[in-house]
């Protein structure tokens, strides 16, 4: 099993908190960072200060070392594809090939609405995500000069530089970036991954429904000619462990506050999210983590929601990766 941390920064972490939870990350030897891409302050208090994903990205990229880098996921309505495969490499080329390239359909219509972001129909955005899908794998895989006709972007002659880790060494030993499709378990997401990922992320699913998707993705690997082992099965769970249950408490009233809540029992707040949380002292948590290695999860994306609380961060280390 392999972990990597998520955090969402949009909770109102500048810079340099980010940063903060990079380097922690880093040193507790967790092999990757990813962070949300969003715009609007939340779960909790609305309005807090935010920061982009990509920007943000680039400045880890100089202030990290081994750790890989991405966000988890960027929404094809924020990022035009031809420009994102240019900032993408860039990012890649300033890390020395530590970047993982994570997409998605988005949502938040509230978010797109405050920042003057077009927000198109459901199956609209993941006809979007498809040719993005298309539109990466063709810059980083097809010779130059290829060419793209799509519903929503046409590529002519395309000449991507850098297009590949060819002029720079590569943390992972790819020759571009590992490309993840997130969702939720959808036929058609499910789909796009096995036609062209690397690498589907469940998000904030059960175990059983993790087991019920990645099933489905098994049979659309073959449908689509892919090896069985073409595509890493990986979950991102919500995440809150302490050494002892004294300070699973603590930092159970701690994420109570951090989503708002101003009444009411956090852990009966909590409680209804275990079934798809990693939640309690490290001997449960492991409990609670071998369904998913039942269903065949390979990699974990550990997300804390308080992500201030950079013990935490070590916590998450000594627990998973001691």
């Known amino acids: 099993m392999r972990f990597a941390l998520m955090t969402e920064p949009q909770q109102g972490l500048s810079y340099a908190d980010v940063l903060a939870l990079a380097q922690a990350a880093e040193l507790a030897g967790f092999e990757a960072f990813f962070r949300s891409d969003h715009y609007t302050s939340f779960p909790g208090e609305a309005g807090k200060p935010t920061t982009d994903a990509w920007a943000t990205l680039a ?40 970047v993982e390239v994570a997409v998605g359909a988005g949502w938040n219509d509230a978010e797109h609405a405050s920042h003057g972001i077009p927000y198109p129909s459901d199956r609209e955005r993941v006809d979007m995500l498809e040719e993005e899908l298309q539109i990466l794998l063709g810059f980083w895989d097809q010779p130059d000069g290829w060419s793209f006709e799509g519903a929503h972007w046409q590529v002519r002659d395309a000449k991507l ?22 969702g939720s378990g959808r036929p058609r997401t499910l789909r796009l991954a096995a036609r062209y990922a690397d690498e589907y992320n469940m998000s904030s699913a059960s175990a059983e429904e993790t087991s019920d998707a990645f099933g489905r993705l098994a049979g659309l690997l073959r449908e689509e000619g892919r090896d069985a082992a073409a595509v890493t099965r990986s979950a991102m769970l919500g995440v809150l462990v302490g050494r002892t249950q004294a300070e699973v408490l603590e930092r159970t009233a701690e994420l109570f506050k951090a989503f708002g809540q101003s009444s009411g029992d956090p852990e009966a707040w909590l409680e209804a999210r275990r079934d798809r949380w990693l939640v309690g002292t490290p001997d449960q948590v492991h409990a609670r983590l071998q369904p998913y290695i039942d269903a065949g999860v390979e990699r974990v994306m550990l997300q804390t929601m308080i992500p201030w609380d950079l013990d935490h961060v070590k916590v998450l280390g000594e627990v998973f990766l001691g």
């Open 59 to 98: 400045g880890l990229a100089r202030e990290t070392s081994r750790i890989r880098l991405g966000a988890l996921v960027s929404p094809i309505t924020f990022r035009i594809p031809g420009s994102f495969a240019k900032v993408a490499m860039t990012v890649d080329e300033m890390s020395g090939g530590r």
């Open 161 to 182: 530089r850098p297009r590949d880790r060819s002029s720079y060494a590569s943390a992972d030993g790819r020759t571009r970036p590992n490309l993840i499709v997130g």
